[in-house]
């Protein structure tokens, strides 16, 4: 049967010139289905009259009928070279945009000249569409999707939208789409599965995308993406185990090198893994070594897996560069690349404000685009004040990514609105994912444990242990717990965490540290051996909580006291490495130390530590009056702190008021019945009350009940004997001679 085109060819045949005639004959033989002649006639009439275009878009068209595809990309380009608005050919290299990656930009172009011509084609906005999905560049996506949504779209269309959706983050939207499309009856094909499960997932429901990827990959073994979406849903389940088992088969294989560098950074990232992580940038590497011409998506993809790892952090950098340079209006690739100058010491976080300023000076109006810039403000951890309006208003917008609210609360944390906070993170727990997510509960722990309530905080701590959701979250929240443990003045407790932690992992730095410091409060380690611990916690590139435990716990020492600058730059507020930075300044310059007090009651005017200290400095100074305040407060807060009521124990003794020391020691010992310390004091108070015979009895039971102190005890008690000798007129048999 002949085309329309043909007729209109063959009716002009008989008056046409030579030339005119063998391009219809080769029209001819083209809808008679004799393709290879029909080549061969377009052929032999361009080489006779090169500019005719019937011939050059005959013989475009006999390629692809043929299936030579690289032909017929390179015949139809030729088309349009001649006859820029030539429908046919520019639909025609839309749909060879498709058959590969290096096409797709230029079947972009066709297709948004086609659009150009004919807005209303929906044909061609839909191959379109599909095209910029392929490229990752998912805000034209989506801004195509949502003018063919809004007709009568075809089933294809709304899959193609719910996969788009699924990779550029937008889950929920997604999954409305996915469920669209389930309802006209159709099953989703093995190509949008992994898009549909990672939907699934990522808004809090790994479970069912597991189930759904499962029977898929029984079908089809062979079928890496749906391995791979298998293996990062069996992560996101916290199965770290049984994802790993799933891509054995992959490794070593050319053909997985993307899709498995993809997984394990994900399972890397889940289960805190640094050789899963490293493994990963491995394969990253020499996808872009194998490369030429990476798409801007992929130099982004790259990058952001390279900026996550300290070590990595300077070869992202020209990978962003690059991209920024391929997509100059592309905001939140400026956003990455100004982070990560900051984060290599290339820029000043005063620098990196001023830049971000800039870049955010305009918002995009796309909802697309605004998201992608608001989800790369999330790399900035923890997270700046000054985009707290930021993520309100993308909220606000709709733009719905409930992890803002998470980055919400955790900056109302940062300015002290801990009601703020409570609501931002109850909205994030309202979420699928934000109620299971273990940070909703790492962070509520923290909210607490700033409110003083202690005991709800262990119990969140515990929630989360229970839930054993793997190594990493476990180790997290035991050292969570331990902390609670000490806020609660239970050492022993906290020890016992700790002692744990080592034992699991005795290479945990972070367990280490705080073994150490934990059990140099309890005098079962010497200074020397937690000074050692100390440095070698100095040396690594880390800096976990419990090195400002361990150095808070040692005392203060003019050869820390860079290491003190240096953790206080990172956390102002750390009340032990605080104490020790007082008492440091306190025989140096007391008007330094006092200035800095008086900075730390402004910043924390709610904490406890921060009175802590300024009990300290006063008793340092001499100001009793001032110290005994400090410790009353405390104790009107929480009248059983035995911290407090032992500093306040110790302001009575100076002050000779010795009865209400001994009562204050009595509490505290009550509170603390194995505390040696405690137990000296109040022998001496016996002393101080001139009750020798009391306080020798008290040291002689001490003496037996703590062997290890039982040198400087016996010492003690022989020179209290000594003194009774000679108050009752003897002198001992070694001075006789």
């Given amino acids: 049967m002949i ?7 063959l009716g002009i045949a008989c008056n046409a010139p030579p030339t005119q005639a063998q391009a219809a004959d080769g029209y001819t033989l083209l809808n008679r289905g004799w393709v290879n002649d029909a080549i061969a006639a377009f052929r032999q009439t361009l080489q006779s009259n090169p500019q005719s275009r019937e011939a050059r878009l005959g013989l475009a068209i006999a390629y692809q009928r043929a299936g030579q595809d690289a032909n017929a990309w390179q015949a139809y380009q030729q088309v349009v070279a001649q006859d820029p608005q030539n429908r046919q050919a520019l639909t025609a290299l839309g749909q060879l945009g498709s058959y590969r990656p290096e ?8 297709l948004t000249t086609l659009l150009t011509l004919t807005p209303t084609d929906t044909a061609a906005r839909t191959q379109r569409a599909l095209l910029y999905g392929y490229q990752s560049n998912f805000a034209a996506a989506i801004a195509d999707y949502q003018l063919l949504l809004t007709g009568n779209p075809t089933a294809d269309v709304i899959l193609g939208a719910a996969q788009v959706y699924a990779y550029s983050n937008d889950y929920l939207e997604s999954l409305a789409l996915f469920d669209r499309y389930l309802a006209t009856g159709k099953t989703i094909p093995n190509a949008a599965i992994p898009a549909y499960a990672l939907s699934l997932q990522e808004t809090g429901s790994p479970d069912r995308a597991i189930q759904v990827l499962q029977p898929r990959l029984q079908s089809s073994p062979e079928e890496i993406y749906l391995r791979t979406a298998l293996a990062s849903a069996y992560a996101a389940d ?14 070593d294989r050319p053909d997985a090198m993307l899709p498995l560098a993809r997984a394990l950074s994900t399972i890397g990232r889940q289960a805190q893994n640094a050789d899963l992580y490293s493994s990963a940038i491995g394969l990253y590497r020499q996808v872009l070594q194998q490369t030429p011409d990476p798409a801007p998506s992929l130099l982004i993809e790259i990058a952001d897996v390279l900026s996550d790892e300290p070590s990595t952090q300077a070869e992202a950098l020209p990978l962003y560069e690059k991209a920024a340079a391929q997509q100059p209006q592309n905001q939140s690739v400026a956003v990455k690349q100004s982070v990560l100058k900051q984060q290599l010491g290339q820029i000043s976080k005063a620098e990196l404000q001023q830049q971000l300023q800039q870049t955010l000076s305009t918002l995009p109006t796309q909802p697309s685009d605004r998201r992608s810039l608001t989800l790369a403000l999330l790399r900035i951890d923890p ?32 300015q002290g609105d801990r009601a703020a906070a409570r609501q931002a993170l109850t909205a994030y727990d309202a979420t699928p994912v934000g109620s299971k997510d273990p940070a909703t509960d790492f962070l509520f722990a923290e909210i607490e444990r700033q409110e003083g309530n202690l005991e709800a905080s262990a119990q969140r701590y515990q929630k989360i242990i229970d839930r054993n959701l793997g190594e990493a979250v476990m180790r997290d929240a035991l050292r969570g717990l331990a902390g609670i443990y000490l806020a609660q003045d239970k050492p022993t407790d906290a020890l016992s965490i700790y002692d744990r932690l080592v034992a699991a992992n005795p290479e945990d730095l972070a367990g280490q540290l705080g073994q150490a410091g934990v059990a140099y409060r309890l005098q079962k380690i010497s200074q020397a051996q937690a000074e050692a611990i100390l440095a070698q916690g100095q040396s690594d590139r880390a800096t976990p909580s419990e090195l400002f435990l361990l150095a808070g716990a040692l005392p203060a020492d003019a050869q820390r006291e860079a290491l003190y600058d240096q953790l206080l730059a990172i956390d102002p507020d750390s009340i032990g490495v605080n104490l020790r930075w007082v008492q440091l300044w306190a025989a140096r310059d007391p008007a330094k130390a006092q200035a800095r007090v008086e900075q730390i009651l402004a910043t924390n005017p709610d904490r406890i530590g921060a009175a802590f200290i300024q009990g300290d400095l006063a008793q340092r ?47 505290v010992l009550a509170l603390r019945t194995d505390d040696t310390d405690t137990q000296r004091i109040l022998a ?43 108050r009752r007129g003897f002198q001992p048999y070694w001075e006789r001679y």
């Fill in 3 to 9: 085309s329309a085109m043909g007729l209109s060819i």
């Fill in 103 to 110: 096409w797709q930009p230029g079947g972009i172009a066709a």
């Fill in 238 to 251: 916290y199965q770290i185990d049984a994802a790993l088992n799933l891509l054995e088969p992959l490794i």
């Fill in 383 to 414: 997270p700046q004040p000054e985009f707290l309006p930021l993520f309100q208003s993308a909220l606000q917008t709709g733009i719905n990514v409930p992890f803002f609210n998470f980055r919400i609360a955790q900056i109302a944390l940062q």
């Fill in 621 to 667: 100074l001499g100001n009793l009056p001032m110290a005994s305040q400090a410790y009353e407060g405390i104790l009107n807060t929480q009248p059983n702190n035995p911290a407090a009521l032992s500093a306040l124990g110790g302001v009575r003794f100076q002050q000779k008021r010795f009865a209400e020391a001994e009562q204050l020691y009595t509490q």
């Fill in 684 to 726: 001496e108070l016996k002393l101080a009350q001139d009750r020798p015979l009391d306080a020798l009895e008290r040291f002689q039971a001490l003496q037996k009940s703590s062997p290890t102190l039982e040198t400087e005890l016996s010492d003690r008690t022989q020179q209290i004997q000594v003194d009774l000798l000679r």
